[in-house]
């Protein structure tokens, strides 16, 4: 069976790890790279890096946190926010990154994804949808961090971009982000029925059940975690071995 | 002694080169063939298509380098798409020949009938690999789930050659092959953690021995 993967989630904002509530009212949590190690240490499969600000001078920021992380740190790490450009994907990559989560600029031009699917590979390339509920089983793509509407319907969207030749999915729930309220499982597992490629789930989640809970529901390949680990609510640790006795594989 | 990863435009040179110096070895970066002729083992990244890359060695002029390593039988270390560089080629958007350094082929997962349907390409994320042959590259590793990312693989070639195996969707694939002190990881050794470091570590041990 294929071990699910834990992923701390890292939310970047002027050099620290800030941590919002449905991705607004941003607050100070830590210094990136002492995080992103003691999470390696604990267990983490990957490490996920997202800017929240997406300004050219928060770009060359994060690029020295991913270079300074990738000096001691060895396991896969995805960075997202603000890539707008080819060679902002070259230069993320080229600093230590394995992937690169795209979310405004495919949604202004979706041929974005396959002209850096061809260049770096379809494994490089991550799709970042931030979903928000606007009726029964119908969610829209949110752009900007989740902050500006695009009226683009979240599973056509999906569905599109993986024909595009994207690799993976990252899908956050803007609705349960910050929330500790759970995932949106009805989103989950409507994207989950179709998604061909792996797909990671964001936004929700408060207690370790809520992993259980979704792994149950449908085919997912990968959880990310914010505010839980952030506040050490609980740790990587007992997340796996809670997925471990509740019958799901994971990486010890 | 002096290892150098080849830098032909496909890879994470910056990942790959942190790994090495964490294990105590200091590598040199370079896409000439004349200094990478020089060296005494060589480590082969890839990351992305077997048909531009491989057509990006030829164009460099590595593909030469790297076949005199391997009849001087010098170390050679390929990850990922550099493990199916080393191969004798790929079925990938219509077929490319490899290096053959070792014998074998690479073919997509959709390939095998024994895929289940509706699995899920590329091979993203930690999986357990299995043993086949006690051999110094895989000494002394403790946990053995390793991080793969990749949409084609080992398909078939010399058993002698293929030391660990891997299981995805019902295909069993190979995940380290190797013939003397030529190695490739279907895997990143790099981004594996503890167990992924000490292959690495594993692999500047038998340079030295063969630098010696």
Known sequence: ???????????????????????????????????ALKYYVEGADELLYIDVV??????????????????????PLTVGGGIRCVDDIAEILSSGADKVAINTQAIKTPHFLSECAERFGSQCIVLSVEAKRIGPKKWEAYSEGGREKTGIDVCEWVMKACQLGIGEVLLTSVDRDGTRKGFDLE??????????????VSGGVGKVEHLSEVLALCQIDAVAVGSCYHYNLFNIKLSKQFLRKTGFEVRL | MKITVIDYGAGNLYSIRNAFQYCGQEVCVSGIPKEISKSDALVLPGVGAFGPAIMRLRELGIHRVLRSFAKQDKPILGICLGMQLLTEGSEEFGGHDGLDIIKGEV???????????????PHIGWNTIKVIKETQILEGIESKAMYFNHSFCFAKGDMDNILATCEYRGVEFAAVIGRGVIFGCQFHPEKSSKSGLRIIENFIKISRGAYE
């Open chain 1, 54 to 75: 997406a300004s050219l001078y928060e770009r060359n920021s994060l690029r020295a946190i991913i270079r300074e992380a990738a000096r001691e740190i060895f396991i």
């Open chain 1, 1 to 35: 069976m294929q071990k699910v993967r834990i992923i701390p989630r890292l939310d970047i904002k002027n050099n620290t790890v800030v941590k919002g509530i449905q991705l607004e009212g941003l607050r100070v949590v830590g210094r990136p790279n002492e995080l």
């Open chain 2, 107 to 121: 073919k997509s997962f959709h390939g095998f009938e024994k895929f289940a349907e509706s699995s899920k390409v």
């Open chain 1, 187 to 200: 989103l989950v597992s409507e994207v989950a029925s179709f998604c061909p490629v792996p797909l990671i």
